[in-house]
T-cell receptor, first 111, second 115 residues
Framework: AQSVTQLDSQVPVFEEAPVELRCNYS??????LFWYVQYPNQGLQLLLK??????LVKGINGFEAEFNKSQTSFHLRKPSVHISDTAEYFC?????????FGSGTRLSIRP | DTGVSQDPRHKITKRGQNVTFRCDPI?????LYWYRQTLGQGPEFLTY????????KSRLLSDRFSAERPKGSFSTLEIQRTEQGDSAMYLC?????????????FGPGTRLLVL
């Protein structure tokens, strides 16, 4: 069975500081990995995805993530955050049909 | 590409009533998914269709829930005899089954409140 663990439920950070949101997954088969962002009262927007190839994946809004197979991790990073990055971030894994989501990390930006 | 749309965006109903939600996927996508998201949690898979065939259903989908996709385009999710525990955001997503295009794109969701 597949599962996703987001290690931090909340991450407060000052504006223009770097941030890392941690994600670990478990799966017995090859997987696809995703990060989605959800702004208040909205649906999910795809930030980035790893399907194959380069382990460093760049996404929208200046975010990037690195797939580490040996550590079964897919951490999300941004070198300098902005107030507009305040949102809930979900790590997710998929192998065939459905996506399994983590419980989310709430990113709050302090001015 | 107009994205995935869902209707209504919000629904308030009384316990025991039936509700129906609609999802229109991205036009060229043949797969359609339903998820449920409760407050403070990530979305949980309910069911998915490839074209008009319903290929998988979660055990979360009780007998009171039914989903259809009669012509392989839009889909409806009906909840009969609603209960307060059904209050949640219901999300629809679509994707293509073509290899390399498995990414699911989500709609804005329908927020259901059962009083």
């Amino acid at each position: 069975a597949q599962s996703v663990t987001q290690l931090d439920s909340q991450v407060p950070v000052f504006e223009e500081a770097p941030v890392e949101l941690r994600c670990n997954y478990s799966s017995s088969v090859s997987v696809y990995l995703f990060w989605y962002v959800q702004y208040p009262n909205q649906g999910l927007q795809l930030l980035l995805k790893y399907l194959s190839g380069s382990t460093l994946v760049k996404g929208i809004n200046g975010f990037e993530a690195e797939f580490n197979k040996s550590q079964t991790s897919f951490h999300l990073r941004k070198p300098s955050v902005h107030i507009s990055d305040t949102a809930e971030y979900f790590c997710a894994v998929s192998s065939a049909s459905k996506i399994i989501f983590g419980s989310g990390t709430r990113l709050s930006i302090r001015p | 590409d107009t994205g995935v749309s869902q209707d209504p965006r919000h629904k308030i109903t009384k316990r025991g009533q039936n509700v129906t939600f609609r999802c229109d996927p991205i036009s060229e996508h043949n797969r359609l998914y339903w998820y449920r998201q409760t407050l403070g949690q990530g979305p949980e898979f309910l069911t998915y269709f490839q074209n008009e065939a319903q290929l998988e259903k979660s055990r979360l989908l009780s007998d009171r829930f039914s989903a259809e996709r009669p012509k392989g385009s839009f889909s409806t999710l009906e909840i009969q005899r609603t209960e307060q525990g059904d209050s949640a955001m219901y999300l629809c997503a679509s994707s293509s089954s073509v290899r390399g295009r498995e990414t699911q794109y989500f709609g804005p969701g329908t927020r259901l409140l059962v009083l």
